[in-house]
């Protein structure tokens, strides 16, 4: 039987949507690579009678995933630092680098085909360092707060997925200049992230 280019175009169409899912089993885990965008929400608080803004930034990440059911997974979220510089009233009043290890419960949803999307929910710890400021010293709490999650992996192998996602973290620092109080910071950032993912 002859195929024509239209029959050849249909039967892989329908070959793909057929294709399992990159199901997760319990005790899987999987291991994620990729660059993500940390941006603070508009409008970042009053600091120091006047209002702050903190810039974004983009970083390495990386994830790590143990399935405790199928489908359901509890990850950590790592990265790089990410470096914020702050303005104060418009005008530029220092710079902070970030950590945000964040703890998640995530479910996946498997489906027969290559695209999976998944949801999740957790904590998210934020920690503050090598702030700088020509006004004087300036310190900024670390913070703990929930951090919510949604994303599509899109099966590529056996083992592996491409990975898009997005985060919404609850980061608020109390800020000191010179020991003194200056107000706290309302962070709040989204994270659009990119990635690899590597199921063993």
């Not at 990159?22 to 608080?45: C, E, F, H, Y």
């Not at 709490?141 to 949604?150: H, I, K, N």
């Amino acid at each position: 039987m002859k195929l024509t280019p239209k029959a050849l175009l249909l039967s892989s169409a329908l070959a793909l949507l057929a294709a399992p899912a990159l199901a997760q089993s319990q005790g899987d885990w999987t291991i994620g690579l990729g660059l993500a965008n940390v941006n603070p929400k508009s409008g970042n608080g009053t600091l120091a009678g006047s209002e702050a803004d903190i810039d974004d930034d983009i970083a390495l990440t990386f994830t790590f995933e143990y399935f405790i059911r199928e489908n359901l997974g509890i990850e950590l979220l790592a990265a790089t630092p990410f470096e914020h510089d702050i303005s104060i009233g418009g005008a530029a009043a220092g710079s902070t680098k970030h950590l945000p290890p964040t703890l998640s419960l995530n479910y996946h949803f498997a489906n027969a085909s290559a695209w999976t999307p998944y949801v999740g929910a957790g904590i998210n710890y934020t920690t503050f360092f090598e702030e700088e400021s020509a006004l004087g010293t300036l310190e900024l709490d670390d913070s703990f707060g929930v951090s919510l999650q949604a994303g599509v992996d899109y099966q590529i192998s056996d083992a592996g997925s491409l990975r898009l996602n997005v985060r919404w973290f609850d980061i608020d620092t109390d800020a000191t200049l010179n020991g003194a109080s200056i107000g706290t910071a309302e962070i709040d950032p989204i994270l659009v992230g990119v990635a690899y993912v590597h199921k063993f």
